[in-house]
């Protein structure tokens, strides 16, 4: 850092950061500590599809005691020879036994089809056969809508939580939750007590990705935010391919339950190992303390930070708190009213709500209408994740390098033009690399905008409202597994629905702030300043244009 250029300007705590370095000892050992409950929250946002996967019954025979030829005249088979599920032929009522056996050909109605009474299971490693769920699809999909339910109630308790009390704080309860409503569910004895527990854990416990987010966001500087997410998109990625490989091997849901969930409940002894957000500290006048966590990193990752810099940030932490103190004293008002009555505030909330929406919808959209992609349920799920790995690889490269804007802008746009396309493509390979290319876009769209709804919004309510933000936006998440019904009235309506709703996020991003290589703003003025060099930018590039 060049010292005669730390004279003429304030030390931000930015430049410690550059000091320190992005990833020196004290981050790799703090994002070790933050990556394992992304790791298991990867697993718990997967599981609820291998509780309820459907298996193989068909209707039991009382009249055969379940012989295996009575398969060709007691129940009817679709064309590819399996045996219907829900319905059976009908014995016939006015015949008169002649033979101690009723298990005939001639007994049986093949004109006149009846539901089943009872089903035999000829598989058994989902609560589909525990708690008898044959042939009633509505209680295996009401458990999705439950988890996805819980949602709406865990991400602004725990951004509550989070600028409160503290990042720490945030991290541990929702983990520490996640795995006890976990453990419990495992032991449900009925369908009811496993539908109450599938909505309680997720409720108290799914906001800890986000909470671990933006602890992460704040320990590094803006160079190694990318990358940051990037980790944080590769772990929950392996959660998903992990908690698949786990189902595949143990075939029983409630092993699984208790394997997944165990870890999690031991998260909280990071009380003593996982440091607190220096940001936040400071956001909440703690100055010793937030010094306190920098001189540590300083320490363990052997750099020498002038002891003059952490004077000079703490002077501007103070200077920051009290302008907003002031400010609140002149308008008798509190930040967070002041925050209500932004209108700048209020637009990017509405636009990154939206982005969320349309986001979830699309990327969890495009996974359920993808499920018949490959005959073995655990391979097909494994595949419509890992394409997702290359999308982030590529937001590593080009979110810096071409900024927060044009990269969400186009995979926007260029996820509406495939997925409309789409449509007018026959089916084989060209459809099937469209339809996979669709799911590249809107993955390195929705997972950029992780990053990028985080640096629009000041540091004291930056977790509650992203954790709004991705609330709101789970109503897309919720009404995707809806959208296989579409096809109903048309074969292709689901991926047009998604390429519009793409195509207006597209233009909805153009109206944000760029952020690349800004920090991050840490009160309402900066976050206003945001709008203002964006618009000088765009100024100065039209000057030079015309001349």
């Known amino acids: 850092m060049d010292p005669e250029k730390k004279q003429n300007n304030e030390v931000t705590v930015d430049d410690i950061l550059s000091i320190l370095g992005p990833f020196g000892r004290f981050n790799i050992y703090s994002y070790i500590l933050i990556l394992f409950p992304v790791f298991l929250s990867g697993m718990y946002s997967s599981v609820y599809n291998f509780e309820v996967m459907d298996l193989k019954y068909r209707c039991a ?6 012989e295996i030829f009575e398969l060709n005249f007691t129940i009817p088979h679709d064309h590819n020879g399996e045996p219907a599920k829900c319905v059976r032929y ?9 033979n101690t056996s009723q298990c005939l050909p001639h007994l049986f109605d093949t004109s006149m089809e009846i539901e089943c009474d009872s089903y035999v ?9 525990e708690f008898d769920l044959a042939c009633q699809n509505w209680k295996r999909s009401l458990v999705g809508t439950v988890h996805n339910a819980g949602f709406f109630v865990a991400i602004p308790l725990t951004g509550l939580i989070s600028d409160k009390y503290g990042r720490r704080p945030a991290v541990i309860f929702a983990a520490v939750s996640n795995g006890v409503f976990g453990v419990i569910r495992a032991l449900s004895v009925n369908y009811n007590m496993f539908v109450v527990f599938e909505f309680l854990e997720p409720a108290f416990g799914a906001g800890v990705y986000t909470a671990c987010f933006v602890l992460a966001l704040e320990l ?23 908690v698949t490989l786990l189902s595949w091997w143990l075939q029983n849901w409630r092993y699984l339950l208790f394997v997944i969930y165990t870890p999690s409940v031991f998260v909280f002894i990071y009380i003593w190992m996982l440091p ?9 006048g703690r100055y010793e303390e937030g010094v306190k966590v920098l001189k540590k990193s300083e320490r363990i990752n052997k750099v020498d930070v002038p002891k003059d810099h952490y004077e000079q940030v703490e002077k501007q932490a103070t200077k920051q708190r009290d302008d907003r103190k002031c400010e609140n004293l002149e308008r008798n008002q509190s930040t967070f009213n002041q925050l209500l009555k932004s209108s700048m505030i209020w637009k990017r909330l509405f636009i990154c709500s939206f982005l969320w929406i349309s986001s979830t919808l699309v990327y969890y959209g ?7 992609l490959s005959g073995n349920s655990y391979l097909n799920y494994i595949v419509i994740i890992v394409i997702e790995a290359p999308a982030n690889v590529c937001k590593l490269i080009c979110l810096d390098k071409f900024g927060r804007k044009k990269v969400i802008a186009v995979a926007y746009f260029m996820t509406a033009l495939i997925l409309t396309s789409y449509a ?15 799911k590249f876009f809107i993955t390195l769209a929705y997972n950029s905008l992780y990053v990028f709804a985080a640096e629009v919004f000041p540091t004291n309510y930056r977790t509650s409202l992203l954790a709004m933000c991705s609330t709101i936006g789970r109503i897309g998440s919720t009404v995707a597994p809806l959208t296989p019904l579409l096809t109903r009235y048309y074969q292709y309506l689901p991926t047009m629905i998604f390429g519009g709703m793409a195509a207006l996020s597209g233009f909805l991003v153009l109206i944000l702030p760029e952020t690349n290589n800004m920090k991050l703003p840490d009160s309402l003025k900066e976050a206003q300043d ?15 244009t015309s001349l």
Request: with cysteine; proline share 4%.
């Open 276 to 284: 607190e957000s220096f940001r936040w500290l400071f956001s909440k």
């Open 61 to 66: 025979i009382p009249e055969c005691e379940d």
């Open 90 to 98: 009908a014995p016939f009522t006015n015949i008169t036994y002649t």
């Open 121 to 129: 299971y000829l598989e058994e490693h989902s609560i589909v056969k």
């Open 220 to 242: 590094v500087g803006p160079k190694g935010r990318v990358f940051a997410s990037l980790l944080f998109n590769t772990m929950f990625i392996l959660g998903g391919v992990g």
């Open 424 to 438: 007018f493509v026959p089916a084989g390979n060209w459809s099937m690399i469209l339809y996979l290319g669709g």
């Open 366 to 372: 495009l996974s359920i209408n993808a499920i018949e």
């Open 530 to 544: 945001q709008d203002r060099r964006d618009v000088e930018k765009e100024e100065r590039t039209d000057n030079k």
